[in-house]
């Protein structure tokens, strides 16, 4: 089974200023990872997904996230936030070749972004 | 192109009632999963279909079923409604070739149980 922990339940930032969200996972198979992003009353939105190959990912809206495979991690960074990215982020986790089909998903990190 | 589409989009039941949910995948995909999202929490997996079939399920009580129609639309089902059923349900549709990493969500019903 996969887990995955979001080790800042909320992260307040400046306009401008730099963001990183911080994720850990834990699985016995190799994984795909995701970052998705949720606005207020609305579905999730994928930001980026890493599935193999260069484990530095870009994504939309300017966010990038590194794997980590020695470390289980898949941090999300933007290196100058807006106001329009206050949100709910999610990682997510699911296995690479299995039968199992289901993403994982961790509880969720809010970011408030101010001016 | 319409993406994934849910209704209702809210709605309110009472203990103990039951609750039929629906989604329309995104053109051309074939496969349906749902998930309940409660207050403060990650999105929790119920079920997957595809082909008509529960392909596979998440911890969930048997309350909750669902079913896939030939043009791929599903349902979600729940009885006995409780407290604790309150929720975001979301569904996500895909290809079964790129299963949950092709995944396009919709925007969700958020069902309210009092």
């Not at chain 1, 922990?5 to 992260?11: I, R």
């Not at chain 1, 296995?95 to 089909?101: F, L, T």
């Not at chain 2, 209702?8 to 053109?27: A, D």
């Amino acid at each position: 089974a996969q887990s995955v922990t979001q080790l800042d339940s909320q992260v307040p930032v400046f306009e401008e200023a730099p963001v990183e969200l911080r994720c850990n996972y834990s699985s016995s198979v190799s994984v795909y990872l995701f970052w998705y992003v949720q606005y207020p009353n609305q579905g999730l939105q994928l930001l980026l997904k890493y599935l193999s190959g260069s484990t530095l990912v870009k994504g939309i809206n300017g966010f990038e996230a590194e794997f980590n495979k020695s470390q289980t991690s898949f941090h999300l960074r933007k290196p100058s936030v807006h106001i329009s990215d206050t949100a709910e982020y999610f990682c997510a986790v699911t296995p690479a070749s299995s039968n199992d089909y289901k993403l994982s998903f961790g509880a969720g990190t809010t970011v408030t972004v101010r001016a | 192109d319409a993406g994934v589409t849910q209704s209702p989009t809210h709605l309110i039941k009472t203990r103990g009632q039951q609750v039929t949910l629906r989604c329309s995948p995104k053109s051309g995909h074939d496969t349906v999963s749902w998930y309940q999202q409660a207050l403060g929490q990650g999105p929790q997996f119920i079920f997957q279909y595809y082909e008509e079939e529960e392909r596979q399920r998440g911890n969930f009580p048997d309350r909750f079923s669902g079913h896939q129609f030939p043009n791929y639309s599903s349902e979600l089902n729940v009885n006995a409604l409780l407290l604790g059923d309150s929720a975001l349900y979301l569904c996500a549709s895909s290809l079964v070739e790129t299963g949950s990493y092709g995944y396009t969500f919709g925007s969700g019903t958020r069902l309210t149980v009092v």
